[in-house]
């Protein structure tokens, strides 16, 4: 199966270098929600070369920068899914930036920890 990332149509891409590119996730958890990837088809960010890694928080920056003036977040979940285990379901590594908004859930506390039921909201001053 082609992979959906290496064949964007040219007006979804929003910011783009040699190594990277950003553009709007077609099934958005919150508005402006943008994905940062790699030109080159890689499944892991840990096949990115150094280049390639500096080029994604660059992009990442811009596109942090161009929403905080599009949609004006009060704060951002940045998250990579590495491995199907981890729910990666595009094969493609890819970088999520979500936007955040105060009361878009009830109680934001543990945010990326919540991919893993039960383990979002801890206090680390309670003995385990």
Sequence with gaps: ?????????????????????AFRDGFP???????????????SYAEATPEELAALFRTL???????????????YNVGINDGEAAGQTVMHMHVHLIPRFQGDVPNPRGGVRHCIPCKGDYDPGRPS
Excluded: K
Excluded at 29 to 43: E, K, N
């Design 29 to 43: 958890a919150s508005p402006g929600h943008t994905l940062v990837i790699t030109r080159r088809h890689i499944p």
């Design 61 to 75: 920056a811009a596109a942090r920068a161009a929403l905080d003036l599009e949609f004006h977040p009060d704060g």
């Design 1 to 21: 199966m082609a992979c959906p990332f290496c064949h964007l149509p040219p007006d979804r891409i929003l910011i783009q270098d040699d190594l990277t590119l």
